[in-house]
C-alpha cells in the first residue's frame, strides 16, 4: 500500500450559504448550486455517492437497490456542471464549481492554491479505498522494484511522499512524523481512526463490475 483515503464533498466555504452535510447536498443541490457541482466520472465513486445517499453499501450488487441508485444518479444529472476526475478542484479554484464529489488528496491541491476551499465527509459516510505499488509478473528487473518499494515504504521516505503529494500514507511511524503546521493545513490527513472504522472498503464485486459500468452509462447517454 503506498496511498490511502476516503471519498467526501470539496467545496467554496466562502462562497456557499451553508457547508455541505450530506450526500443528497450534491444529488439535490439547492438553487445556488445547480450547474455549480461536478461528480466523478469513474464508475465505482459515481455509484458509491448514490448507494451511500440510499443507505446502501458501496459494494452493493442487489439489481432493485442498483436501479434505485441509477434513478437517483440520473435525477442527479441534471443539476451537473460536469462529470469530472482531474479538473475538478481547479474549477473549485476559479469559482466555476462550488462544491465537488472528490478524493480528500485532490480537494487538497485545491485547499493549497485556496484556503476558503474546505473537504466533508457527509454524514451517509464514505468509501475507503487504497493505492498500492505492484511488480509486475513479466517485470525484468524485479529486485530493483522491490527495493524502490522499501525504499519508498521507508518511514522518512513515506512522509516525504505524503507532504509532496497531500495524500495520506498506511505508514504510522510516517504520519507520525508529519509536521504540525501541514497537518493543520490539511486536516483530512489527520482523521481519527474512530472515523475510518465507520466507513467501508471498496471490494472487488466480481462480474457485478459489468452491471456497474452498463448502469453507468445509461445514467451518462440520460437527457
Not at 448514490?50 to 442487489?62: A, P
Request: net charge negative; aromatic share 10%.
Amino acid at each position: 500500500p503506498y496511498t490511502w483515503g476516503t471519498t467526501g464533498l470539496c467545496y467554496r466555504s466562502d462562497l456557499v450559504k451553508a457547508a455541505p452535510t450530506s450526500w443528497s447536498d450534491l444529488l439535490a443541490p439547492s438553487d445556488e448550486l445547480k450547474g455549480k457541482t461536478t461528480m466523478l466520472a469513474t464508475d465505482r465513486w459515481l455509484l458509491a455517492a448514490g448507494q451511500l445517499d440510499k443507505g446502501f453499501s458501496v459494494n452493493e450488487t442487489d439489481p432493485a437497490k442498483m436501479a434505485e441508485v441509477k434513478d437517483l444518479l440520473i435525477s442527479a444529472k441534471k443539476t451537473l456542471l460536469a462529470y469530472d476526475d482531474t479538473t475538478f478542484y481547479s474549477k473549485l479554484v476559479s469559482g466555476e464549481a462550488l462544491m465537488v464529489q472528490a478524493w480528500d488528496g485532490w480537494c487538497n491541491y485545491g485547499i493549497a492554491d485556496k484556503p476558503e476551499i474546505k473537504y466533508v465527509i457527509p454524514k451517509e459516510g464514505s468509501d475507503l479505498w487504497v493505492d498500492t505499488m505492484v511488480v509486475m509478473k513479466a517485470s525484468e528487473h524485479k529486485d530493483a522494484a522491490f527495493q524502490f518499494i522499501n525504499f519508498m515504504l521507508d518511514a522518512k521516505n513515506h512522509a516525504w511522499a505524503a507532504q509532496n503529494i497531500d495524500y495520506k500514507v498506511p505508514n504510522k511511524p510516517a504520519m507520525e512524523s508529519l509536521p504540525a503546521d501541514f497537518l493543520a493545513k490539511f486536516p483530512n490527513m489527520a482523521m481519527p481512526v474512530a472515523d475510518l472504522v465507520k466507513f467501508e472498503q471498496l471490494r472487488d464485486v466480481g462480474e457485478a463490475q459489468r452491471d456497474y459500468s452498463k448502469i453507468v452509462s445509461e445514467i451518462k447517454a440520460a437527457q
